[in-house]
């Protein structure tokens, strides 16, 4: 299981000749599904990163699939303090080990930035949005809904990948 991933983000251009850059590194084209032409590239490789400007993070937790396709969701939860670090980390272990996997849910990896430690992120990754959105809405999701506020910056990002037959257009 790799370890970290790494996300920089870019003109189409610029993203597309990395990947081409380094074949042998799986790398995927994203892109916002709210608004067009918002690219990042996610490097799943495990290896050192080959971005000149990327963001790391650091898997703390997987479950699910190693297939990157669907819909991908981040949530970014800041700052968190010692306590309520130490109840996310129970509950994200809890969701891993013992619930159900939600309906959809292709995988989901509950990972720390490398450059500030109390930041915390959940991928996700789905068969489509509205799985997703019914996960945000059932029992599932409640164990995490404490942590939606602005005192932890909670906010989202939401992808699809670009496939190489679109990134040629």
């Known amino acids: 299981m790799i370890t970290q991933l790494s996300l920089t983000f870019g003109?189409?251009?610029v993203l597309s000749e990395l990947q081409h850059r380094y074949p042998e590194r799986s790398m995927l084209l994203l892109d916002t599904s709210t608004a067009g032409q918002q690219l990042a590239l996610l490097d799943v490789s495990g290896q050192p990163s080959v971005f000149s400007s990327p963001v790391h993070y650091d898997i703390k937790l997987h479950r699910g699939t190693t297939s990157w396709q669907g819909f991908v969701n981040f949530i970014f939860l800041d700052n968190l303090s010692a306590d309520d670090q130490k109840v996310f980390n129970s509950k994200a272990n809890h969701f891993v080990t013992t619930e159900a996997m939600p309906d959809g849910m292709r995988s989901i990896y509950f990972m720390k930035d490398e450059k500030n430690r109390s930041n915390n992120i959940i991928l996700s990754t789905w068969d489509t949005s509205a799985d997703y959105a019914l996960w945000?809405?059932?029992?599932s999701f409640k164990p995490f809904e404490y942590?939606?506020?602005?005192q932890n910056n909670y906010h989202e990002a939401?992808?699809?990948f670009i496939e190489e037959t679109q990134q040629s257009k």
Do not use: E, G, I, V
């Open 136 to 139: 945000k809405r059932s029992p």
């Open 158 to 160: 939401s992808y699809h």
């Open 11 to 13: 003109s189409q251009q």
């Open 147 to 150: 942590f939606k506020s602005t």
